[in-house]
């Protein structure tokens, strides 16, 4: 079992099998891509929110103009950003589509929460001798792959959910101009003279 698990590994991952891999630096970046895959979840659930939220005043004929719209939609995104994940999670196992995904959303913030709060602490004893570095990078690859799963599910719900309040989802080319702008920001923002990231703009 573990040797199909290390050959999946270096299959996905060929440089781990390197001769001057360092194997506790590859641990923090398998941590650090699993845990992106969590953000992606957390995003995905963040869009459900919004979603849901202004998709039922639609139904309900709350919103019946554009402006309406833009404010129920600003507003909506105000209060799903402030959310936790658990809150999060209860907020879309609400909505009927996403109700069966129940047990892995469970999972998914059990999981996202050790990464977050626990790895480092509880697992460093492993980052001291190959053996335990390779143990890790193997499991790690396990909870990647559910999360990856999972936000691929959330993406076909949030299409059906979005079809039912019949709400328009953005077209390819709508996507590209919304990648765009935000990478033109973020270029903008490297180019001045001392830019901030997230964490200093939101500083107390």
């Known amino acids: 079992m573990r040797s199909d698990s290390r050959?999946?590994?270096?299959?996905?991952?060929?440089?781990?099998?390197?001769?001057?891999?360092?194997?506790?630096?590859?641990?923090?970046?398998?941590?650090?891509l699993v845990f992106f895959k969590f953000a992606l979840i957390e995003h995905s659930l963040i869009n459900i929110m919004i979603f849901s939220t202004v998709g039922k005043m639609l139904a309900e004929r709350k919103i019946r103009s554009k402006s309406e719209?833009?404010?129920?939609?600003?507003?909506?995104?105000?209060?799903?950003?402030?959310?936790?994940?658990?809150?999060?999670?209860?907020h879309t196992v609400a909505v009927q589509e996403f109700s069966p995904l129940k047990d892995e959303?469970?999972?998914?913030?059990?999981?996202?929460?050790?990464?977050?709060?626990?790895?480092?602490?509880e697992e460093s004893g492993f980052f001291s001798s190959d053996d335990?570095?390779?143990?890790?990078?193997?499991?790690?690859?396990?909870?990647?792959?559910?999360?990856?799963?999972?936000?691929e599910i959330l993406k076909q719900k949030?299409?059906?959910m979005c079809i039912r309040f019949n709400i328009p989802l953005p077209s390819e080319s709508d996507t590209s101009k919304m990648i765009e702008?935000?990478?033109?920001?973020?270029?903008?923002?490297l180019a001045a003279e001392n830019p901030n990231v997230g964490w200093e703009k939101n500083a107390l």
């Open 181 to 189: 702008s935000y990478l033109k920001e973020h270029e903008e923002a």
């Open 7 to 32: 050959a999946a590994l270096l299959d996905e991952f060929p440089e781990l099998a390197a001769e001057n891999v360092i194997l506790p630096k590859e641990v923090y970046a398998h941590f650090g």
């Open 105 to 121: 959303l469970k999972e998914a913030k059990v999981l996202r929460d050790y990464f977050a709060h626990h790895f480092m602490r």
């Open 158 to 160: 949030f299409e059906q």
């Open 69 to 90: 719209w833009e404010n129920a939609f600003d507003a909506a995104e105000e209060k799903a950003v402030s959310c936790t994940f658990g809150n999060l999670v209860r």
């Open 132 to 151: 335990g570095c390779w143990l890790l990078l193997e499991k790690i690859r396990e909870v990647r792959i559910k999360a990856m799963a999972l936000e």
